[in-house]
């Protein structure tokens, strides 16, 4: 059967190279979830939109979860900005869709492993209705977070961010998509990893 392709053109863009200072010196995104790696839930899932464009942005070439996310057809860039702040790589992943001439980019963090497909698929249709004159985010009932959907009219705005605050700026004007606050549980805490155990195992 074949996946549905989303139109317009959209570049996914899963980011993956935060620091995890508190999770401790364990690599977070290697931890096992429900047997697989933490680091590829966001991928797998997000492969099976057919984007026409995957890239994954990391902090290291030889992270753990690279030979996973190439094997789902993403390609990897290392952000050696890393350390400065998620800003970074979000400005990394949006002059990546500028150069493919995409029409819309789709941020998504590796360490919210829960956001399901429909989800996603939610977000895609909601910015195929708006066009790309508007942000579409998730919503969690008070605020508007990743994944979220930026037309390429954003990419210039969102290639020259730095620091640790992303795109909150432009997130803050979203349209945004209610979405279960679990499937939304971003893992930074060794807590946070086994709260995401217990929703996999219990879920609501």
């Known amino acids: 059967m074949t996946e549905h392709r989303p139109d317009p053109s959209i570049c996914a863009a899963i980011l993956a190279a935060g620091q995890s200072r508190r999770f401790g010196h364990a690599d977070k995104l290697s931890q096992q979830l429900d047997g697989v790696m933490l680091g590829h839930h966001a991928s797998h899932t997000a492969a099976r939109l057919g984007c026409d464009h995957q890239v994954i942005i990391t902090s290291e070439p030889n992270h753990l979860c690279a030979q996973g996310w190439t094997a789902r057809g993403f390609a990897v860039h290392v952000n050696p900005l890393a350390q400065q702040g998620m800003g970074t790589s979000v400005a ?9 001439d995409a029409d819309a980019l789709l ?47 954003y990419f210039a705005e969102l290639a020259n961010l730095d620091g640790q605050y992303g795109a909150k700026a432009l997130l803050a004007k979203a349209v945004m998509v209610a979405a279960p606050p679990a499937i939304l549980i971003d893992i930074d805490t060794p807590d946070d990893l086994e709260t995401a155990r217990q929703l996999i195992k219990n879920p609501a």
């Open 92 to 100: 990394m992943a949006a002059q990546i869709a500028a150069d493919k």
């Open 107 to 153: 941020i998504c963090l590796a360490d919210m492993p829960l956001v399901t497909r429909e989800h996603f698929q939610t977000l895609i249709d909601r910015f195929g209705q708006h066009g790309d004159d508007r942000v579409i985010a998730s919503g969690n009932g008070t605020a508007a977070l990743p994944p979220a959907i930026f037309g390429k009219r």
